[in-house]
């Protein structure tokens, strides 16, 4: 039986889908585990679990001082708060239904705004003083990701200047001569870290960092200019990152720059979509982490080979935060057998405090050994584990479909059965656009085909046997649900002979009696007691039609 498929039936009496084949952002386009990884071992959520509180943690952090900051590694003396781990801590206050501390973070930080429009790579939680002076692409870009968000989902525009100010600065990094190679790139910044010269370097994860800023803000302007500017800045970051470091199936840590790193591979499909504009499989960089980047290492003497993934396929530590993207990413693209694994096995590591560690080995340096064995419990971790367990893409406000925003009361839920490959949609996204044409129709009716194809998904997913001789005269094999309403019909529930009504639409009576025949089959017991004063005690649903 399809892994928690059954749950997914109960939404399905008010949520109404569009069927299909799974599209490719729902298949699962890695290899197989081998047998030094076997998610199977320890499938589904373990106890360890249970005591992991990311909110909780991130709540408790921001209050621990009244600058409305987040201390990003709790340990360090100097109480050090990076702009990035604002920004998450931000989107997860917001997604987790904490506006409030979303905003302490926001206005802190439009305060600290400089005249430019950017920010410093860190302050003190402390006194919001500067504690890195770097100007860094990537966390600038992040922060107008996290206003993004939050104003999508809260429909609260109070900070779109402060994100239009920081895009104003993120657009004078852009390489504007379409003679270089980097053309449509963002540079690194100004005074990044040991790099002497930041503006002639391009990393790619700045280039995931800037489209979702980008486009997402594209969306939210009413700027019709910006918009246009925008839209276009987005198409150009997403031909660069396509024609100068991806590689098949990874992508390079930056331009002329071979080095695969982690965030380049996880960041790419959550930021980009499954597939680019000339078919690229970016899910496929999914399978080349795996293969190159995991490590097997004792966090303690109680706590032994935990399996999880480091920076880049040369160092021996585990990266916490990555390995929680990874597990994200997993989630959100039909793998929750490696999504359950790899979140399991960082839980295995929470800390007294009910944190994650930002990153270890089993060198003995002590825990403030960054970046190899920092093991304070870090904001990061905590809020990348969030987005694992919430099944939730941090690089999207509308994650899926156009026309189901944030605040649709039946959002959670349409993410959940997409997220399971049980619907794909009504239109599919252009992959060559920045534009979000992925559309849903919340509101259109069902047919009873495709009643058969998201009961039968829910159950098996696309992989299951069936009778090959049709039943029914208006269900040829040729017909786009065919395998869904034979195999409706091999499970008994549906029990109608001759024709099917295929294309007819279902009702609600119907769509009761084929879930709960789908979870319980025909001997069940039920309260006697009407609930509704339309279905008497002596009603008959038939789920033909019109009989």
């Known amino acids: 039986m399809r892994k928690n498929g059954f749950k997914f039936l109960f939404f399905l009496t008010s949520i109404f889908l569009f069927s299909g084949t799974a599209s490719a952002a729902q298949q699962v386009l890695y290899d197989?585990?081998?047998?030094?990884?076997?998610?199977?071992?320890?499938?589904?959520?373990?106890?360890?679990?249970?005591?992991?509180?990311?909110?909780?943690?991130?709540?408790?952090?921001?209050?621990?001082?009244?600058?409305?900051?987040?201390?990003?590694?709790?340990?360090?003396?100097?109480?050090?708060?990076?702009?990035?781990?604002?920004?998450?801590?931000?989107?997860?206050?917001t997604k987790s239904g904490d506006a409030a501390r979303a905003r302490r973070i926001f206005d802190r930080m439009a305060a600290l705004q400089e005249s430019l429009g950017y920010w410093r790579s860190a302050y003190y939680a402390s006194t919001a003083?500067?504690?890195?002076?770097?100007?860094?692409?990537?966390?600038?870009?992040?922060?107008?990701?996290?206003?993004?968000?939050?104003?999508?989902?809260?429909?609260?525009?109070?900070?779109?200047?402060?994100?239009?100010?920081?895009?104003?600065?993120?657009?004078?990094?852009?390489?504007?001569?379409?003679?270089?190679?980097?053309?449509?790139?963002?540079?690194?910044?100004?005074?990044?870290?040991?790099?002497?010269?930041?503006?002639?370097?391009?990393?790619?994860?700045?280039?995931?960092d800037a489209y979702s800023a980008f486009k997402n803000r594209a969306i939210l302007t009413t700027n019709d200019n910006l918009k246009t500017r925008l839209n276009s800045e987005a198409r150009n970051i997403l031909s660069y990152l396509v024609r100068a470091v991806w590689k098949g199936d990874h992508f390079e840590r930056g331009?002329?720059?071979?080095?695969?790193?982690?965030?380049?591979?996880?960041?790419?499909?959550?930021?980009?979509?499954?597939?680019?504009?000339?078919?690229?499989?970016?899910?496929?960089?999914?399978?080349?982490?795996?293969?190159?980047?995991?490590?097997t290492i004792d966090y303690s003497s109680d706590v032994r080979s935990v399996n999880g993934f480091s920076y880049n396929n040369y160092q021996d530590t585990i990266w916490v935060e990555g390995t929680l993207q990874m597990a994200a990413v997993y989630y959100?693209?039909?793998?929750?057998?490696?999504?359950?694994?790899?979140?399991?096995?960082?839980?295995?590591?929470?800390?007294?405090?009910?944190?994650?560690?930002?990153?270890?080995?089993?060198?003995?340096?002590?825990?403030?050994?960054?970046?190899?064995?920092?093991?304070?419990?870090?904001?990061?971790?905590?809020?990348?584990?969030?987005?694992?367990?919430?099944?939730?893409?941090?690089?999207?406000?509308?994650?899926?479909?156009s026309d189901v925003p944030i605040d649709y009361w039946a959002y959670d839920y349409i993410t959940a059965i997409y997220n399971d490959g049980i619907t794909m949609g009504c239109a599919q996204d252009d992959p060559s656009t920045p534009e979000n044409e992925r559309r849903y129709c919340p509101e259109d009716n069902v047919t009873r085909g495709q009643m058969a194809a998201f009961i039968i998904r829910a159950k098996y997913g696309e992989d299951f046997s069936y009778t090959a001789t049709p039943y029914f005269t208006d269900v040829p094999s040729t017909n786009t649900f065919f395998k869904y309403v034979q195999k409706l019909r091999d499970d008994g529930i549906t029990a109608v002979s001759g024709t099917y009504a295929v294309d007819s639409y279902v009702t609600r009576g119907q769509m009761a009696a084929f879930i709960i025949r789908a979870k319980h089959g025909e001997n069940f017991s039920y309260t006697t007691t009407p609930y509704f004063s339309d279905v008497p005690l002596c009603a008959i649903i038939s789920e033909t039609l019109p009989t």
Do not use: C
């Open 32 to 93: 197989p585990l081998d047998s030094a990884g076997t998610v199977t071992a320890n499938g589904g959520l373990t106890d360890s679990v249970s005591s992991v509180d990311p909110i909780g943690w991130l709540s408790n952090n921001q209050d621990r001082f009244s600058t409305g900051l987040v201390e990003s590694q709790v340990g360090f003396a100097d109480h050090r708060a990076f702009t990035y781990d604002q920004a998450i801590s931000a989107i997860a206050f």
């Open 129 to 208: 003083d500067v504690w890195e002076w770097n100007i860094d692409t990537g966390p600038i870009a992040w922060m107008v990701t996290a206003i993004n968000y939050y104003e999508a989902k809260e429909n609260d525009s109070r900070y779109a200047p402060v994100a239009e100010k920081a895009i104003s600065w993120l657009e004078t990094r852009i390489d504007s001569n379409p003679t270089h190679g980097t053309y449509g790139a963002l540079n690194l910044g100004e005074n990044f870290w040991n790099i002497p010269d930041p503006e002639n370097h391009y990393g790619t994860e700045h280039q995931f």
């Open 332 to 401: 959100l693209f039909g793998d929750s057998e490696r999504g359950d694994y790899f979140r399991n096995e960082m839980a295995r590591t929470v800390r007294s405090d009910g944190g994650l560690p930002y990153s270890f080995d089993d060198s003995g340096t002590g825990e403030d050994n960054w970046p190899l064995n920092l093991r304070y419990s870090a904001v990061s971790s905590a809020a990348w584990y969030y987005f694992a367990k919430e099944k939730f893409n941090p690089f999207e406000i509308n994650n899926l479909f």
């Open 255 to 295: 331009f002329d720059d071979p080095e695969v790193w982690l965030d380049a591979q996880s960041w790419a499909p959550m930021a980009l979509g499954a597939t680019g504009p000339n078919g690229e499989n970016f899910v496929s960089a999914l399978n080349y982490a795996y293969d190159n980047m995991r490590r």
